[in-house]
């Protein structure tokens, strides 16, 4: 069982039920009600008549007051911040959001993270995510696993995989927190497997698909742990056990929902926009957050015996393509390329061409290859139905090409780009200033509708 122990505690019982949960969760959520209509100009406004007795009568809110007026959301003295951090938005607004942290809520976070990393194995820990600042994620992970007798090694975001190969093998370190994308650039550049094998590698920061977890469990002979979290949820939400069957959520700080596109709670089970009410935040408190994020509750409990609620998710609900032919989620690309044994990684841009959609593709690879590398990208491209169905139909337009591994990758979270930000290259490959450095061995067009090939 995971966190169950660390939850008891917090909940004052010696056994934790799903009872003693729910009363927890009822009790915290009025007083996060009534303690940010009182304290924040913007909750006043936005709760006033409200009863919190009935959680799904209460409103939703999304990022805009936090990009807004974040100021008029605090509930404590601006001298009471600890730590501010800024966003960008994933919207195409290009906003930035901005949250707060009292030491109480960067506390708990330290505390959720010394509890799930406990059952998480390893004993020096090389953390790739963003840590050169107190409070950050990685400076309270690296925290967090000091007081749990670890050693947490600040690496920050991959943008040199060999480099950091070569940092963990001198480091000695014998696991790994990273990002999907970004582990997945690392455990297929070679020399990958001459770090193993490791204990365990945890990723977090963005969904991540079944071939890019097996390619990571394969190149480092080791488990690989998902865990949710963003900036929102005060980094940490929720984690995976043992049984790695889905993420144990923090349901003593973290009321999560699942909702359809009219704000109907679904049935376990049922994928819809993740909600979270951050039931114990003290600087900044979050009420029915619509996070812009696909999961879902899986349904009966998990074989690990723990009474927490287990989510899986699946990315943004705003980064796919509508076609004519259906709609084609960023996981399902995910799905389709990380197969690909080769490939480091890629970016996909799309937007309005003539006579429909078009999708750009830009695939890395580890080596430059022959021909067959092309056809490889081609047949799991059209192996999407949607994709394949629209292409045919000549509704959707594809450019693919594949570089050599550049020089650098882009960091973070992967999204799919407006076509303005990833302009074609003039010899028909796509590129920007970053990628310039990689050598395009391949490029094709797929421009044809059937039957013309
Ligand atoms: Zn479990």
Redesign the pocket.
């Known amino acids: 069982?995971?966190l169950d122990g660390w939850i008891a505690q917090r909940l004052g019982v010696s056994a934790l039920t799903r009872g003693a949960l729910l009363e927890w969760q009822r009790r915290t959520l009025r007083e996060i009600v009534a303690r940010a209509s009182a304290a924040s100009p913007f909750y006043a406004r936005h709760l006033i008549g409200v009863d919190p007795s009935e959680p799904g009568t209460l409103p939703f809110m999304d990022l805009r007051p936090l990009a807004e007026d974040p100021l008029a959301l605090l509930c404590v003295p601006q001298g009471a911040v600890a730590r501010a951090a800024t966003l960008e938005t994933s919207g195409t607004r290009g906003s930035r959001k901005r949250l707060f942290f009292s030491d109480e809520d960067l506390e708990d976070t330290k505390s959720f993270f010394a509890a799930g990393m406990a059952h998480v194995p390893g004993s020096r820990t090389l953390i790739a995510m963003g840590g050169e600042r107190p409070g950050s994620v990685g400076a309270l992970l690296g925290e967090a696993l000091g007081r749990i007798g670890r050693v947490g090694f600040a690496e920050g975001p991959v943008s040199d995989p060999s480099a950091v190969l070569g940092r963990i093998a001198a480091l000695n370190a014998d696991s790994l927190v990273g990002v999907p994308a970004e582990m997945l650039a690392l455990a297929r550049t070679p020399g990958a497997g001459l770090v193993g094998p490791l204990r365990s590698v945890l990723l977090s920061g963005d969904a991540a698909s079944r071939p890019l977890v097996a390619a990571v469990e394969a190149a480092f002979g080791c488990p690989v742990f998902r865990h949710y979290g963003m900036a929102e949820t005060g980094y940490g939400a929720a984690v995976?056990?043992?049984?790695r069957?889905?993420m144990?959520i923090r349901e003593a700080d973290l009321l999560v929902e699942v909702v359809d596109g009219e704000g109907r709670g679904l049935d376990d089970g049922e994928w819809g926009e993740i909600v979270v009410t951050t039931l114990t935040r003290r600087a900044l408190p979050l009420i029915r957050y619509r996070t812009g994020d696909e999961g879902r509750i899986l349904p009966g409990p998990?074989?690990?015996?723990?009474v927490?609620r287990?989510l899986e998710v699946r990315g943004r609900l705003d980064d796919r393509l509508t076609l004519p032919t259906g709609t084609v989620r960023l996981g399902e690309l995910d799905e389709a390329l990380h197969a690909l044994p080769w490939l480091l990684g890629f970016d996909a841009a799309a937007g309005r061409g003539p006579g429909g959609v078009l999708l750009r593709l830009t695939l890395y690879s580890v080596s430059s290859s022959e021909l067959e590398r092309g056809r490889e990208a081609e047949s799991a491209v059209l192996g999407i139905p949607a994709v394949r169905d629209a292409w045919r139909g000549g509704t959707l337009r594809l450019e693919c090409a594949i570089h050599r591994r550049p020089d650098g990758l882009r960091p973070g979270k992967k999204r799919i780009l407006p076509l303005e930000k990833f302009p074609s290259a003039p010899n028909g490959s796509c590129g920007t200033s970053w990628t310039a450095s990689g050598e395009t061995f391949w490029s094709f067009h797929l421009l044809k509708r059937s039957g013309e090939r």
């Open positions: 069982m995971i995976e056990c043992a049984r069957e889905g144990h998990c074989r690990c015996g723990s927490l287990r």
